[in-house]
């Protein structure tokens, strides 16, 4: 019987400890092993979830382990020098998002993990997000016509204090935006973007608009703002036969908090009251929602690793992602709509 890939898990915030543990911990053939984290509440709930995990505390120490694959889930600033030290040591490693703070130095990480062979993926979970995925459906079956607009939001009314660390909104949920956008209709073009922040006292953003036109001549526009108390639609997708509509959000992040076995009867599955709507000359319809599907990111990391297959994630289509965060940073700043010559 083949033994289980070991996992080292940097990090037991919330990325490790609901999002990246239990989904490893889900998936055959792979055991999580060790997790970094200095914090001693972190490390007291680590040995009360998990009392089989090693408890590490720095990276230099998880590599020192041999791990077959290390998962860098820490802040956002040390996924680059962290990622970096992974492939020097010929490790391969999964990088939480954002993959860096910009398109060159992901490209930077990307050409150094391939001089190494040293295989090299990002963790986008929300590309199987089943609302996400619904609309990837519909695309296929062309149940809009030609698509013109997509437009994607995720907005909420946060604690009005803003202390916390990480970057802002463009970089913390915005990427997922942009991802999907990108991932749904190719790269970006031209982009424009107003970035602001409305809580007192905070500096980074929390209120984030993107504006993508993409190579086909579709155009995303991407919101993302923490001062939001009546949500717009998750989703609202345009298309010359018809209008796809849905509200809320993936259910599997709430699933994951509550201690649900990802992968389990009905994981991913949205209630019907929550399923979206297909607007058309026809009338109006409810489209079933796909299940959610992240046990699909590391199912798919396990398979490659063992034998030599496509990352589940390519880390060049993270990088397509980090080219319109820069943009967009740019375009905030001057007021401009930044061409990137495709």
């Known amino acids: 019987m083949t033994s289980d890939l070991r996992v080292g898990l940097a990090g037991y915030g919330v990325a490790g400890r609901i999002f990246h543990a239990p989904l ?3 998936t055959p053939g792979l055991s999580l092993a060790a997790v970094v984290t200095r914090s001693p509440g972190r490390r007291a709930a680590l040995r009360r979830e998990r009392p089989g995990v090693r408890v590490m505390d720095s990276v230099d120490e998880l590599l020192r382990s041999a791990p077959d694959v290390v998962v860098v889930a820490t802040p956002d600033h040390t996924h680059v020098p962290f990622a970096l030290a992974c492939v020097e040591a010929g490790v391969p490693v999964v990088v939480d998002k954002p993959f860096a703070p910009s398109a060159e130095q992901a490209r930077q990480v990307i050409a150094t993990a391939e001089r190494r062979s040293v295989p090299l993926t990002v963790f986008h979970n929300r590309r199987w997000d089943g609302d996400y995925l619904t609309v990837l459906r519909l695309l296929s079956e062309h149940a809009l016509g030609a698509v013109h607009r997509f437009e994607t939001n995720w907005e909420f009314a946060a604690d009005p204090d803003p202390v916390r660390p990480g970057g802002g909104l463009l970089s913390e949920l915005g990427v997922h935006l942009i991802d999907q956008a990108v991932q749904a209709f190719g790269p ?4 424009y973007a107003e970035l602001a922040a409305r809580r007192s006292g905070t500096i980074m953003d929390d209120d984030a608009f993107v504006a993508v036109t993409h190579r086909n001549g579709v155009v995303s526009h991407l919101r993302t703002a923490a001062v939001v108390h009546e949500p717009a639609p998750r989703f609202r997708v345009l298309g010359a036969r018809g209008c796809f509509v849905i509200d809320g959000l993936d259910g599997q992040e709430a699933a994951l908090a509550s201690g649900a076995a990802p992968g389990g009867a009905g994981w991913g599955a949205a209630p019907e009251d929550s399923w979206g709507r297909l607007v058309t000359r026809d009338g109006t319809r409810r489209v079933p929602t796909e299940p959610g599907a992240y046990p699909t990111f590391y199912r798919r990391l396990e398979a490659a690793l063992r034998g030599g297959g496509e ?11 980090l080219t319109v965060i820069d943009a967009a940073v740019r375009s905030a700043r001057t007021g401009q709509v930044i061409d990137l010559g495709r």
């Open 24 to 26: 490893i911990e889900s």
């Open 188 to 191: 970006a073009s031209r982009v």
């Open 311 to 321: 990352p589940p994630v390519d880390p060049y289509s993270a990088v397509e992602s």
